[in-house]
């Protein structure tokens, strides 16, 4: 069955630090890797995707992700956190011919002044 | 700018009440989605619809239904809610392809006493 792994449920980190949440999916012939943002008492909104083409995506807020097919990994990092980044990020996967999107089970991440 | 509204941000209901949940998308997307999020758990699928009167059971579909008479309207209805239907409901539309963004409401916070 298709899954999409989330190894940390909270990430607590000091603001400028970096950080990196982790995220696994099963294997899979194609696969589209997306990374979605719940801002507190907000729905999810897209922070970037892979879709094809160049392994490594960038968000228009300074994240990055890292497509590795060899480890069937898709980690978003930043170089240096905002309190604002404080959110629940989600890691979600689709792929071709499924009208289903597959979330994993979210990372808080909070960020300290 | 694009949107998708649901009737409520947050519902108290007694036990064997009839529930409804509205979502409604400007986007004019084929695709619509019910999530349930639940702490731990991330996003579940409960039902999803394709196009008008279409539909498919998602994930945990067990104790709602659902209703699609107009491409931009996607009704959640829980029959008889229970206490074990308390969670956070998030509706989603998506354009036609599987790489397409999905755009989330706001959730609607149900509690069922």
């Known amino acids: 069955a298709q899954s999409v792994t989330q190894l940390d449920s909270q990430v607590p980190v000091f603001e400028e630090a970096p950080v990196e949440l982790r995220c696994n999916y099963s294997?899979?012939?194609?696969?589209?890797l997306f990374w979605y943002v719940q801002y507190p008492n907000q729905g999810l909104q897209l922070l970037l995707k892979?879709?094809?083409?160049?392994?490594l995506v960038e968000s228009i807020n300074g994240f990055e992700a890292e497509f590795n097919k060899s480890q069937t990994s898709f980690h978003l990092r930043k170089p240096s956190v905002h309190i604002s980044d404080t959110a629940e990020y989600f890691c979600?996967?689709?792929?071709?011919?499924?009208?289903?999107?597959?979330f994993g089970a979210g990372t808080r991440l909070f960020v300290k002044a | 700018d694009v949107k998708v509204t649901q009737s409520s941000r947050y519902l108290v209901k007694r036990t064997g009440e009839k529930v409804f949940l509205e979502c409604v998308q400007d986007m004019d997307h084929e695709n619509m989605f019910w999530y349930r999020q639940d702490p731990g758990l991330g996003l579940r699928l409960i039902y999803f619809s394709y196009d008008v009167k279409m539909k498919e059971k998602g994930d945990i579909p067990e104790g709602y239904s659902v209703s699609r008479e107009k491409k931009e309207r996607f009704s959640l209805i829980l029959e008889s809610a229970s206490t074990n239907q308390t969670s956070m409901y998030l509706c989603?539309?998506?354009?036609?392809?599987?790489?397409?963004?999905?755009?989330f409401g706001p959730g609607t916070r149900l509690t069922v006493l």
């Open positions: 294997s899979s012939v194609s696969v589209y």
């Open positions: 892979y879709l094809s083409g160049s392994t």
């Open positions: 989603a539309s998506r354009g036609q392809t599987d790489t397409d963004t999905q755009y």
């Open positions: 979600a996967r689709s792929y071709t011919g499924g009208f289903k999107t597959i």
